[in-house]
């Protein structure tokens, strides 16, 4: 068999895990799509050990630490969506991008917009705040 047939193969299955890592919003499936990013290149190690034919065969070695560290990356991922999604009630990427606190406007001291609020308030009323939250 010729090198170019698994290689092809290969990149097809790492292109289409590409644009699923890209394209979709559910961590599940973000999840998945690295998952076939992983077996296109476990799909390249082998080939090219095959093709190279090594005595040591390096590549399937390789192969096998690779599926140890993708069978680690998916379980300690999957913990982490259901514990997102016990908490959160979605497991929507970008739904989640937001989660530290919830930005009001209205608050922000840096913001240039705000600059006429920050005029019109007396000097003495910042220094009563800062002393306040202090």
């Not at 999604?85 to 989640?96: A, E, F, P, V």
């Amino acid at each position: 068999m010729h090198l170019a047939y698994p290689a092809v193969l290969s990149s097809l299955l790492f292109c289409t895990g590409l644009y699923g890592v890209l394209a979709r919003r559910n961590a599940i499936l973000v999840l998945m799509s690295v998952e076939l990013m992983l077996n296109a290149v476990n799909l390249n190690l082998v080939a090219f050990d095959v093709w190279l034919r090594d005595a040591l065969h390096s590549g399937q070695a390789l192969t096998l630490f690779t599926i140890a560290i993708a069978a680690a990356e998916i379980g300690i991922g999957l913990a982490i969506v259901l514990a997102v999604y016990r908490n959160r009630g979605t497991s929507d990427i970008d739904k989640l991008r937001d989660s530290a606190e919830p930005h009001d406007p209205d608050d922000d001291p840096h913001d240039p917009s705000d600059a006429t609020a920050a005029a019109d308030t007396p000097a003495g009323a910042t220094d009563e705040k800062a002393e306040a939250t202090a």
